[in-house]
T-cell receptor, first 115, second 112 residues
Framework: EAGVAQSPRYKIIEKRQSVAFWCNPISGHATLYWYQQILGQGPKLLIQ????????DSQLPKDRFSAERLKGVDSTLKIQPAKLEDSAVYLC?????????????FGPGTRLTVL | TQLLEQSPQFLSIQEGENLTVYCNSS?????LQWYRQEPGEGPVLLVTVVTGGEVKKLKRLTFQFGDARKDSSLHITAAQPGDTGLYLC????????????FGTGTSLTVIP
């Protein structure tokens, strides 16, 4: 079974530029998550989708971050404009169900560096 | 402030030693999960504990959920270099709108 795919793996941009990340979850998984992991810290949930609807986006900085999950499958996370403090690894995860105890399967992440 | 505080933040031990990692909160959690993350990869789920006082064993790893469901511990017996990684606890708080949080993390290095 293929795992969660993310691209690109690495991205370097200058502040005030825009950037987009792509995630392809495990086939059939209903729930998709985007996390931000700053170096040395645990991941922080940015947004959770169930199919193509948003379940939780309370920690998403909506003035600059946006995310969508068209057709309930792939998802994109966009930052516009980027700030220095956005430098982090952006992780995508998916789970088969919607329960908090469901196993989340993580992709390898996209490492973003904002100069 | 972090909802889930882990200690220690860093741990470097010799192969064969035992260690315990702690995950503490002032909030009650309906369940807690433990993940291990290796460099350049996403976290991988190790275990989920659901019941207060629950103890689960996974080979040399023992996980315990506190009676009040506010804390958890991970004990590793006879650590091996393959145990090296970032250990993360995670869960959804009962009184925090069921939002999902990861802990601050414990970076473990096992020296051969």
């Amino acid at each position: 079974e293929a795992g969660v795919a993310q691209s690109p793996r690495y991205k370097i941009i200058e502040k005030r530029q825009s950037v987009a990340f792509w995630c392809n979850p495990i086939s059939g998984h209903a729930t998709l998550y985007w996390y931000q992991q700053i170096l040395g810290q645990g991941p922080k949930l940015l947004i959770q989708f169930q199919n193509n609807g948003v379940v939780d986006d309370s920690q998403l900085p909506k003035d600059r971050f946006s995310a969508e999950r068209l057709k309930g499958v792939d998802s994109t996370l966009k930052i516009q404009p980027a700030k220095l403090e956005d430098s982090a690894v952006y992780l995508c995860a998916s789970s088969p169900g919607v329960a908090r105890t469901d196993t989340q399967y993580f992709g390898p992440g996209t490492r973003l560096t904002v100069l | 402030t972090q909802l889930l505080e882990q200690s220690p933040q860093f741990l470097s031990i010799q192969e064969g030693e035992n260690l315990t990692v702690y995950c503490n909160s002032s909030s009650v959690f309906s369940s807690l999960q433990w993940y291990r993350q290796e460099p350049g990869e996403g976290p991988v789920l190790l275990v989920t504990v659901v019941t207060g006082g629950e103890v689960k064993k996974l080979k040399r790893l023992t996980f315990q959920f506190g009676d009040a469901r506010k804390d958890s511990s991970l004990h590793i017996t006879a650590a091996q270099p393959g145990d090296t990684g970032l250990y993360l606890c995670a869960g959804a708080g009962v009184n925090t709108g069921n939002q999902f949080y990861f802990g601050t993390g414990t970076s473990l290095t096992v020296i051969p």
